[in-house]
């Protein structure tokens, strides 16, 4: 079986698009994790749809009726008043993006991030300030020194992440892919003369082709030949199609 379109009928919404992220997701990590050195390294799923900040109700204390932070004890036994933050100069939306990655992680760092697997979703190619918001996030990751994938495989939306991450970062002309609404595409930073830079793979995904292979440079770790067509159809088959 070859790329199928995931976002046109007769499969749109067969299975949900969360449902399909969430199953190659799985499969990406069961595939990693029988694939990488035990001990070293490991992979874990990271979904988060919709994102947004949530409050932790353990994070604050308690409002008085009136609005005012109950009181609390000072070390001494006497009440205390809790700060209050005084007026904004203004206030802004933030952007946030939904996530559906595979993250990388060296278990012998305290499980550091080593390498992340990004499926870009609808929601990551709709609005401008939402693939600005991806494409910092997947920039953060490479100045860092970590490893990215990106799989696009979106069909009813036309922005490119990956064109729009290398105009970012100032990326060659022959790292953008023409005309090529669906690609998978690789980023490997590495130190080369003193110098931070990042070998560039991408590669057009077309319906009814197989999907490419593409490297995931892992930090402080092996290069791996990620296998997505393998993956990709052990979602398909969990999902029934």
């Known amino acids: 079986m070859a790329l199928l ?19 190659w997701a799985a ?6 994790n029988g694939y990488l050195p035990a001990g070293e390294f490991r992979a874990f ?3 988060r749809r919709d994102a947004h900040v949530k409050a932790d109700v353990a994070e604050y204390r308690r409002l008085q009726a009136n609005g005012a ?4 004890s000072s070390r001494e036994g006497g009440v205390a008043a809790l700060p209050t933050a005084p007026p904004a100069v203004t206030t802004f939306p933030l952007s946030a993006t939904d996530d559906v990655e595979v993250q990388i992680a060296e278990s012998r760092h305290h499980m550091t991030i080593a390498g992340v697997i990004e499926f870009i979703g609808p929601a ?3 609005e401008l300030d939402e693939r600005r918001a991806f494409e910092a996030k997947c920039a953060s990751y490479l100045h860092r020194g970590i490893g990215v994938v990106i799989v ?6 036309h922005a490119n992440p990956h064109n729009e991450l290398m105009q970012a970062l100032g990326g060659p002309p022959s790292t953008l892919l023409a005309n090529a609404p669906t690609y998978v595409a690789g980023y490997g930073p590495v130190s080369r003369d003193g110098r931070m830079q990042s070998d560039v793979w991408c590669y057009p995904t077309l319906l009814g082709s197989p999907i490419p292979t593409v490297p995931l440079v892992l930090r402080r770790g092996p290069m791996v030949m990620l296998e997505l067509e393998e993956t990709y159809l052990e979602a398909i088959a969990d999902s029934g199609l």
Do not use: M, Q
């Open 27 to 32: 499969a990406a990590v069961r595939w990693l």
């Open 5 to 23: 379109d995931h976002f046109h009928p007769p499969l749109a919404d067969d299975p949900p698009g969360n449902s399909l992220y969430t199953l």
């Open 45 to 47: 799923a990271n979904v």
């Open 69 to 72: 932070h109950e009181p609390h």
């Open 152 to 157: 696009d495989i979106v069909t009813n939306r």
């Open 124 to 126: 990551n190619k709709k």
